[in-house]
RNA sequence: GGACGCUUAGCUCAGUUGGUUAGAGCACCUGCCUUACAAGCAGGGGGUCACUGGUUCGAGUCCAGUAGUGUCCACCA
């Protein structure tokens, strides 16, 4: 090795830039086609390019960093695509109000108007710092590049998915009840309106029967609607009721007389046994009135404000009108009585408004025909989802789905392609506007003025990504795309609406896999937002502890679909794990010498072939998990292994070769300190890129882990089961020594005389050498039999040797034999426990025979050791 | 109202088809600046796995019920 090599004492990330560049600079996340790899296509969600990274976006980027490079590395050609759509861009207000104050724009079609450009270009004035942090990240992903290409594709297959759909049948347009935010000044989706509950009142009042002495009195939660009313709606089969059908009762606070209809939707004994019927504003009053011929009257206008039907209250806002309609009710002396009355209230889920149901022409898309396949899909395996639970919420969804709701009445979005003929009407549904009416040859439109469902767009995403509506190479060969990374929260907006658009335009399903996070929430438990002000900006975290500790810890310890906390205290500890590494690193990457050869030994010792059987089933465990998507468990494993085993066990066994004056012993431990330390790179290397990137550089030859390297495999050759398990004998006794002594008060700088008996004399006497490194031996004598020792001694029993320390070297004969009563009960518990499973009938017939013979070894060994325990004690007495 | 989770050490959480003495991080106690690492090393204490019952040779794990808690969906005026 001839590069000088330099590591700072404690680790500092602050080269992890540096290897962002190294990794951009030799395009190391492009995925091609390329027939001879098998793709792996990892989709995200849509981070809102201009606003800011949250732990949200943070933890899907991470999940879905880690499944790239372990793919990667796989032999996978793997490809991500990230969803930065108009969609996402379109819902930051700071830049199209930009665009609204700027440039004077009131209509903005983002597909054609050159919005994601512009919209780019901003982002830094605007405080997007999104590209900006999923890089520092150590997101594989280009961004910048990848969302210019997507937006012009994105465009074209709106425009053809919509006509498709209309050409079909699916879309329509027509008078429906829509949620309707009287802020935002827009219909919303069912999955756009969040329930709350608010303290209100239930209002009782009278409704007085056209020409007789009666009333029908019915109750509501909202007064204000009844200027509304166009009927009463009771059930036939209510005996009490049943006799008003057909009548007609006066509408108090206008001159309007309503009729009393018959309909099951009337629950007999709820309530009073009436309902005000107002089809314009509530959804089930319009079904009611669709099946009763009633006419529809809008009272609420757009801007949540009383119209020209409500007569004197028109110009009202709808609370204030409430409160005139109640106290103008109780004039009347119609009012009977006002109940508090706890409900949900609808709330727009952008602005918190409350949601009017409204009744208002929009455009849907008919659910029905869509849902079925989309549900076959996830039933016959086609797609399934991760953790499995979440299929359950994704069918309750799609078999009660109504009929989507896709025109939005803001002013920036994909337009409606809808043009209206301007001489006779005629709606004519293109992707470009029309030069000549159909039906009546006239030659001027106008366009629809709506725009479309952020979601209609993201629910192409699969494949307009890859170019459709053009039969591109990419689409041909990454599509169906492999996983979908996603939290919880978004199944409906999204994973559901992908898979039917999928499979209504590629005729396949959009992924084959969903794999569902759960959410970062903070440290209390609660769920991050801008209202609370708990959110944690990651790039914070990043600039204290480092991107590879914010991954790591955003990685350890999670389950899929679980929602995880963030703490400090986790980073904090991913941070030094990090630095356990390098330090690691350092210490073998410094005693590497100038002419040490690192090509594998052809021959091992116990040791080695100790690690080398520890770190083949780590491999084996962490790729299974990982192919699982169990992140977590293969991260917890990883971070064990590292820390205990090889650090701490390892690299302190490789010591007394390492310092060798004999060179080939020096380097036959370097060369082994080496290989594992490769190995253990790279599978951390999806966990935490930077620094194994960076250490890797130090000492290998060509450079990039990411790049160079294949992904560690199982290999049968090294499942040394023999020396493995004589080495973890030799670990539980040098455990026992350390605990002996520091139970007896012995200096740590104190060296022992220690006489050993063991059962493997040939394996105790290499072995010797760990037993003065790690456990504070001075120096070590075989005996055959204790009786060959002089001096008065005590002894610590494990399975694999006795050792004796004589008493001379102790200090506290009263505690030693507290220990060795303690050491007894012990073996004598496990004795009982390992009886009592054998001499059990069931157990002996029904029990794997491996389990068995577990047993009986064990009750050997307890058996062996209380012997020696029982005649130790005697000794001490 | 419907559905789905969760309840494991003081705190935050793992625990993959049932099978050694139920694990980790943080916190705590004791002793160490041992020539990679005090962001560290060695040792230690701490759990009736919410409760009750069942299946089984064997249950933190499977089943049923109870209690507490959380989320989503629907929403009856």
Same mark, same amino acid.
């Given at each position: ?189 069912? $999955? ?9 009142? =239930?209002?009782?009042?009278?409704? #007085? +029967? !056209? *020409?007789? &002495? ?27 009721? $049943? ?9 108090? =606070?206008?001159?309007?007389?309503? #009729? +009393? !209809? *018959?309909? &099951? ?613």
């Amino acid at each position: 090795m001839e590069k000088e090599i330099q590591m700072e004492k404690t680790y500092n990330p602050e080269f992890e830039q540096r290897i962002y560049n190294f990794w951009m600079k030799n395009k190391c996340f492009e995925a091609h086609v390329n027939p001879d790899k098998e793709p792996f296509t990892i989709m995200m969600p849509p981070p809102n390019i201009t606003g800011q990274l949250h732990m949200g976006h943070a933890l899907d980027q991470t999940v879905q960093d880690i499944l790239t490079r372990f793919k990667r590395m796989s032999g996978y050609e793997a490809l991500w695509l990230p969803g930065t759509d108009h969609a996402s861009i379109a819902t930051e207000v700071k830049i199209v109000e930009k665009m609204k104050n700027e440039e004077g724009v009131t209509k903005m079609d983002v597909g054609r108007d050159g919005f994601m450009e512009r919209a780019w270009a901003w982002k830094e004035q605007y405080g997007g710092r999104i590209v900006e942090q999923l890089k520092r990240l150590g997101s594989s992903c280009d961004w910048s590049r990848e969302a210019f290409t997507m937006d012009q594709n994105c465009s074209n297959a709106v425009l053809d998915a919509f006509v498709k759909y209309y050409n079909k049948g699916l879309i329509y347009r027509g008078d429906r009840i829509i949620n309707w935010c009287p802020h935002c000044k827009t219909a919303l989706s069912d $999955a756009e309106v969040e329930y709350n509950e608010q303290q209100s009142n =239930l209002w009782y009042y009278r409704y #007085p +029967v !056209v *020409g007789e &002495d009666d009333y029908i009195t019915i109750a509501t939660t909202r007064p204000e609607t009844m200027l509304g009313d166009t009927a009463v709606a009771v059930n036939p089969k209510d005996e009490k009721m $049943a006799k008003y059908i057909g009548k007609m009762v006066k509408l108090p =606070l206008t001159d309007r007389e309503i #009729p +009393v !209809v *018959g309909d &099951d939707y009337c629950e007999i004994g709820f309530g009073t046994g009436a309902v005000k019927i107002t089809p314009a504003h509530d959804p089930n009053d319009f079904e009611l009135g669709l099946r009763h011929n009633l006419p529809v009257i809008r009272v609420i206008d757009d801007g949540g404000l009383m119209n020209e039907n409500a007569g004197a209250y028109q110009g009202m806002d709808r609370l204030t009108c409430r409160k005139a309609v109640v106290a103008d009710l109780e004039k009347l002396g119609l009012l009977e009585k006002i109940e508090p009355y706890a409900h949900n209230v609808g709330e727009c889920y952008r602005c918190g408004e409350t949601v009017e149901a409204v009744v208002s022409k929009q455009w849907f898309v008919k659910m029905k025909d869509l849902a079925a396949p989309a549900i076959k899909a996830v039933k016959s395996k086609k797609i399934e989802f991760v953790p499995k639970r979440f299929e359950k919420i994704y069918f309750n969804w799609m078999e009660n789905i109504k009929d989507w709701c896709i025109s939005r009445q803001l002013w920036w979005g994909h337009r409606i392609p809808a043009y209206y003929c301007d001489q006779c009407g005629e709606t004519v549904v293109a992707k470009s506007m029309p030069e000549v009416c159909p039906k009546c040859g006239g030659t001027h439109f106008h366009q629809d003025e709506d725009v479309l469902d952020t979601w209609f767009s993201s629910a192409l995403w699969p494949f307009s990504t890859l170019g459709y509506p053009r039969k591109t190479k990419s689409l041909g060969y990454f599509y169906p795309t492999s996983v979908l990374v996603t939290g919880y929260d978004i199944i409906f907006f999204w994973v559901a609406r992908m898979i039917f658009s999928g499979l209504e335009f590629m005729c396949d399903v959009p992924f084959s896999e969903v794999l569902i996070h759960g959410i970062v929430r903070d440290s209390q438990g609660r769920k991050m937002s801008k209202s609370l002000g708990n959110g944690i900006d990651p790039l914070l975290i990043i600039d204290k502890y480092g991107a590879d500790a914010l991954r790591f810890s955003l990685a350890t310890g999670i389950a899929p679909g679980s929602d995880t906390r963030y703490t400090d205290a986790k980073t904090e500890s991913a941070r030094n794990f990090i630095n356990k590494l390098w330090n690691a690193s350092r210490f073998v990457i410094m005693n590497i010498g100038k002419d040490d050869d690192l090509t594998f030994p052809s021959k091992l010792n116990g040791a080695d072939k100790w690690i080398l059987a520890r770190l083949n089933d780590v491999i084996k465990e962490v790729t299974i998990n990982l192919n699982k998507y169990e992140i977590g468990l293969a991260a917890a494993r990883l971070y064990d292994f590292t820390w205990t085993e090889y650090c701490d066990w390892y690299i302190e066994m490789s010591k007394p070769l390492l310092y060798s004056k004999d060179k080939k012993e020096h380097n036959h431990a370097v060369a082994m300190l080496t290989y594992t330390l490769t190995e253990i790179l790279k599978l951390l290397h999806p966990f935490i890129p930077y620094i194994t990137e960076e250490i890797y550089s130090k000492y290998a030859e060509k450079g990039s882990i990411l790049m160079k390297s294949d992904w560690p495999s199982y290999n049968k050759r090294f499942a040394f089961r023999k020396e493995e398990k004589n080495f973890e004998g030799l670990r539980e006794l040098i455990v026992a020594i350390r605990n002996t002594r520091a139970e007896m008060g012995v200096a740590p700088s104190k060296r022992l005389n220690a006489y050993v008996k063991a059962t493997d004399k040939k394996f105790m006497e290499k072995s010797a050498q760990y037993l003065e490194k790690l456990a504070g031996i001075g120096s070590v004598t075989f005996v055959e039999d204790k009786s060959e020792i002089t001096e008065r001694w005590t002894a610590i029993v494990t399975n694999i040797a006795e050792v004796m320390i004589p008493m001379g070297d102790l200090i506290d004969f009263e505690k030693e034999r507290e220990r060795i009563t303690k050491e007894i009960a012990q073996a004598e518990a496990e004795i009982k426990k390992a009886k009592g499973l054998l001499s059990n009938q069931g157990f002996v017939a029904k029990a794997p025979q491996k389990l068995i013979d577990n047993e009986k070894e064990k009750l050997l060994r307890a058996e062996d050791r209380l012997q020696k325990l029982q005649d130790k004690l005697q000794e001490l007495a």
